[in-house]
């Protein structure tokens, strides 16, 4: 039996962000591996030798915080929050609960919160906007807070040339890689066929001014976040999230990944981490709910809008009868104990 070929066997041991961070701990083993990544976290600052293999860890609960990654040695501590997905949102206690952990723990040396993404990640401007109270006010001098994106760290295992002399860092690299780098732009016959059509230009444009419209109306009895991404069709949204306090009830609006994949460009539904009651209630509403995005830790429950709704004289006021049926059913479901730091 030959094993010349080579399969990249982690691109099927890393489906998800769980996967890829435990494999990221595991190459940690790797003295070289951990040089580059402890340097890149770090800014230069600190290496492979002030943090030892046995120092890192993932996923564990460490004094009422659960980071992504951590490295806690004599020297440094660190906790990284990993996200992989370009819209893998942000909990409601990301990234406050780190920053007050290494605010409140005070250890020997410089303490670190690292937020690890993806260059195209929707959700940036929201983790910005969280760390601005702790960036703007003086916590601790040692804490530092910073916002590192993926493609950073493989050129840095790129420039020391890791990929090349490693077959488990190469797999890591490539399997990254493959999900970062933004496909060229390849159009079919029938989207061109459709893009040269007047009605298509006048559809997109009256279903962008729906979703503002029945925005502005559900805003006159219910509160309202928006989310009308300026890049929404770079698997973004253009919606709103329909809140009851500090808890989310209901989400509306164009999902541009949700609609590639379904055919269906308007929805509503609720995401899988809201309260449990909520979420059990919107499946026994709509039995044949979709779950999305699939292997996402934290997916949607989706419920389509239809095409005779957008067709009803009165789309509008269509659209807000429906959503505010829903949440007179939704509504009494919402748990009133606080989310749990993640």
């Not at 541009?256 to 026994?284: I, M, T």
């Amino acid at each position: 039996m030959s094993l010349t070929n080579h399969v990249n066997i982690l691109k099927e041991a890393m489906r998800e962000e769980n996967e890829v961070t435990r494999v990221l701990y595991a190459l940690c083993a790797y003295t070289a591996f951990r040089e580059v990544l402890v340097r890149f976290l770090t800014v230069g600052s600190y290496g492979a030798d002030d943090v030892a293999w046995e120092d890192m860890g993932v996923q564990a609960n460490i004094d009422g915080v659960k980071p992504d990654f951590y490295a806690l040695a004599e020297s440094l501590s660190l906790l990284l929050e990993i996200k992989t997905s370009l819209y893998t949102g942000l909990t409601a206690a990301q990234p406050a609960n780190y920053l007050a952990w290494l605010a409140r723990h005070p250890r020997p040396g410089k303490r670190f919160f690292v937020a690890l993404i993806p260059a195209r990640y929707i959700h940036r401007g929201e983790l910005e906007k969280r760390l601005v109270p702790w960036l703007s006010k003086p916590i601790e001098p040692l804490v530092t807070a910073t916002i590192l994106e993926w493609e950073g760290f493989l050129e840095a295992l790129r420039t020391a040339g890791l990929e090349q002399l490693n077959p488990y860092v190469s797999d890591f690299y490539d399997v990254l890689k493959s999900w970062l780098t933004e496909p060229p732009i390849k159009l079919t016959f029938l989207e061109v066929e459709k893009m040269y059509a007047r009605e298509t230009a006048i559809g997109m444009s009256n279903l962008l001014k729906l979703v503002e419209k029945v925005s502005a109306e559900m805003e006159k009895s219910y509160q309202i976040e928006k989310s009308f991404i300026r890049r929404w069709w770079d698997n973004g949204e253009y919606g709103i999230y329909i809140r009851e306090g500090d808890h989310n009830l209901l989400w509306f609006g164009i999902w541009q990944a949700y609609w590639e994949h379904s055919g269906v460009p308007l929805c509503y539904g609720v995401q899988q981490n809201w309260s449990d009651a909520l979420v059990r209630k919107f499946q026994s509403l709509h039995p044949q709910y979709i779950t999305f995005p699939k292997g996402d830790p934290n997916p949607f429950v989706l419920e389509k809008i239809g095409k005779e709704v957008l067709l009803a004289e009165d789309q509008v006021g269509k659209i807000v009868g429906l959503l505010e049926q829903e949440l007179q059913s939704l509504s009494p479901q919402v748990d009133s104990a606080p989310e749990l730091p993640a």
